[in-house]
Structure formats: structure tokens, C-alpha cells
């Protein structure tokens, strides 16, 4: 029985995950999938589109929603949460939002990890078909943890605790949070699984969207009526108009949102310039907001059309990377 943690720091490099031996000659990719919000539904127009020019990546990490599409890919499960993604509607989307006006996070995320119970059950990382590492960040000691063994739910649900929206997950002893509070695009993860070629998509390119409000305050306030969270969170109407804001004055959740996404954009800007990814796939996603996940049709066509714009320089890099090791 394997006794080693099930969560590692992401400076312990004598820690590496096991690549499994290809069966041809293309050099080991690695996909790197990012923190974004409801733009990572960005990731699986990226991946299918990759995957059908045969550029199959072997390892896969991920930060927040990164974590959650790279761990469905990983385990074969990306067909599903496609077919979740493009069946949400505002309304459904509200459903999954069980307010806990009393807790350390906005949301609880109990409704969102019991889905993923659903289809996941209890799989591990061992279950997984590929190498797969999940980013968090501890509250404790803000150390970057990379999670790659155990239960595959809690570490996603660690992953994408965003701090004020999301509570935090408790998972071996210890509080977690976001990863891209630390690490927002998870290069380093590829390369310590032994990844040859890194290709990274960059959810926060578009520096200038998504950071304030881009539907009107009836319009949330029907969605909210709608869905029974006002009835169930007994909210009033002036503590929905402070939480959601409007057009002309951001709410509480917006502003702590777009801070967060103004940081997150400085940090990755900032820690891809120290390691860099060999290939960076970049989805304009300018008219998506962080919590518009109702928009997965428009998030996936940007995704496919981002990788599309890159496969020449992929093919290139391939290529170069295939005579060498000939040699």
C-alpha cells in the first residue's frame, strides 16, 4: 500500500509522477489548463481540438476550473461534463448555488460536489487515465500544494475554493483554497511530470473584460427569485442589490471577483515569465463574465478557434522536438 501523502508542496521536485511509455515517437505533452471562472469551459474546445489534430497530451495539470475540466479529461470524462456544460441555463445555474450566509465562503459548494460525486464517485488519482495534478493553495501557510493522490472530488473542490465565494475545503488535516492564488497557469506541474512540451491556456488574456457587470440588476434579481435562493436565504432586496450591485454600482461579489481576477492576471503574468510554457493557447473570451457559465456554447467555439490558431507553431515544435531525440 502506497503510504505516501496524498498532497505534496510544490517545491518537494523529488516527488514526480510516473509517465506512462509512449507508443510512438511524439515527445510527452503536457496541458496546462488555468484558473478563469466560466471561461474554462474555454478548456474543452482546447482539448477537443487538439486531440483531433492527434496532438494528445500525457499529463495534465490544473488550477480551479482548470483542475476541474483537466481531471474530467484525465479520467475520461470530458464527453459528460461537455454535454453538463452546454445544458446550463441561468436558472439551472442559480440551483447549484447553495447560499450559506453564515459560513467563510459565499457558497458552500455542497451541490456542486455532491454532482461531481455523481459521476465520479470515489475514483482516485490511481483510477485516472492519465497523470493528472490538482493545484491548491493552503490558508495556512499559503504554500502552493500540488495534489495528485487520494480522492479526485475533494482535491477539485480544493482547487476551486475561491476565497469569499467558495468554502474552503478541509482535506488531510489541512484548509483549501483557490490554486491560483499561487499558481494560476500550473507549468511547473507539466515539467515536474516529465512533460517534453508544454502547451498552457491562458484564460485571462483578454486583461479587460469580464471584470464588472455584464447583466442587469432585474435581470440576476429574477434569476435569484427564480431559482428559490431568496426564499431559502430569506434575503431582502436591498441585501441582494449589495451582494449582486448593478450596471452603474458593482455589488460585493463583483468587486471581490474582479480583484481577485486582477491579481490572478498579475501573478500568471508574472510566474510564465520565470517558466514559461513552450506553447500558450489564449481564448478571447472578452464577453464572458467569471460567473457566466450559462455561456459554455461561446466559451467552447473560442477555445476551439484559440488552439486552431496555434497548431502550427504545436507541429513545428513537435517536429523539432521528434529529430532530436533521433539523434
Given amino acids: 500500500m502506497n503510504d505516501q501523502p496524498n498532497y505534496m508542496p510544490a517545491d518537494d521536485q523529488t516527488a514526480l509522477v ?75 445555474l442559480f440551483s447549484f448555488l447553495d447560499i450559506s450566509w453564515g459560513g467563510s ?16 464517485g470515489e475514483m482516485q488519482f490511481s483510477d485516472m487515465k492519465l497523470p493528472f495534478i490538482c493545484i491548491a493553495t493552503e490558508l495556512l501557510t499559503g504554500h502552493e500544494i500540488w495534489l495528485r493522490e487520494g480522492d479526485v472530488v475533494s482535491a477539485m473542490r480544493g482547487s476551486y475554493a475561491l476565497p469569499g465565494v467558495f468554502r474552503p475545503a478541509h482535506r488531510d488535516g489541512k484548509w483549501l483554497i483557490d490554486g491560483a492564488v499561487v499558481n494560476p497557469i500550473p507549468v511547473s506541474a507539466c515539467r515536474a511530470m516529465g512533460a517534453r512540451l508544454v502547451i ?68 500568471a503574468r508574472s510566474r510564465l515569465a520565470g517558466d514559461p510554457p513552450d506553447i500558450t493557447i489564449m481564448p478571447r473570451t472578452p464577453d464572458i463574465g467569471l460567473f457566466e457559465f450559462d455561456k459554455a456554447a461561446e466559451a467552447i467555439a473560442a477555445g476551439r478557434e484559440a ?3 496555434v497548431l502550427p507553431d504545436i507541429g513545428y515544435a513537435l517536429d523539432v522536438l521528434e529529430r532530436v531525440s533521433e539523434i
Avoid at 489534430?53 to 495539470?61: F, K, M
Avoid at 476541474?68 to 446550463?88: N, P, Q
Wanted: overall charge neutral.
Fill in 307 to 309: 488552439a486552431e490558431r
Fill in 105 to 120: 465562503g459565499l457558497i458552500s459548494g455542497d451541490r456542486l460536489s455532491a454532482l461531481l460525486d455523481e459521476h465520479m
Fill in 200 to 267: 498552457a491556456v491562458n484564460l485571462n488574456s483578454d486583461v479587460f473584460g469580464g471584470t464588472v457587470i455584464q447583466q442587469g440588476l432585474e435581470q440576476q434579481e429574477a434569476d435569484v427569485k427564480a431559482s428559490g435562493i431568496r426564499k431559502s436565504a430569506k434575503a431582502k432586496p436591498s441585501m441582494m442589490r449589495q451582494m449582486i450591485g448593478s450596471n452603474d454600482d458593482p455589488g460585493l461579489t463583483t468587486v471581490l471577483v474582479a480583484a481577485f481576477n486582477i491579481s490572478q492576471d498579475r501573478l
Fill in 18 to 92: 510516473t509517465v506512462p511509455s509512449k507508443t510512438n515517437h511524439q515527445p510527452t505533452i503536457g496541458l496546462a489548463l488555468g484558473a478563469g471562472a466560466a471561461r474554462g469551459w474555454s478548456h474543452i474546445g482546447v482539448i477537443e481540438r487538439l486531440v483531433e489534430e492527434g496532438i494528445t497530451p500525457a499529463v495534465v495539470a490544473g488550477t480551479s476550473i482548470g483542475a476541474l475540466i483537466g481531471g474530467c479529461y484525465a479520467a475520461d470524462l470530458l464527453g459528460e461534463l461537455k454535454e453538463f456544460a452546454l445544458a446550463l441555463t441561468r436558472r439551472r
